[in-house]
């Protein structure tokens, strides 16, 4: 969903921390986290998934009305 998102609002790069740093290497992590700000504060716009526990779930969901 999210590379859908960012191709048809002409986003070229897309940084997703699960797949740009390596989850169970310390040394990577620390290293990447250190450029995690960067990353951020250069960013067009965040996407975060806040509705799932699993990345293969994707941004959108249907719900049920109340």
């Known amino acids: 969903d999210a590379f859908v998102a960012c191709k048809k609002l002409g986003?070229?790069?897309i940084w997703i921390d699960s797949l740009c740093i390596i989850q169970d290497?310390?040394?990577d992590w620390g290293?990447?986290?250190a450029r995690i700000k960067d990353v951020y504060s250069h960013a067009k716009f965040n996407i975060s998934a806040t509705s799932t526990m699993l990345g293969e779930d994707g941004l959108f969901f249907n719900c049920e009305a109340i």
Request: charged share 45%; proline share 0%.
């Open 11 to 13: 986003i070229r790069y």
């Open 25 to 27: 290497n310390i040394k």
């Open 31 to 33: 290293k990447e986290a």
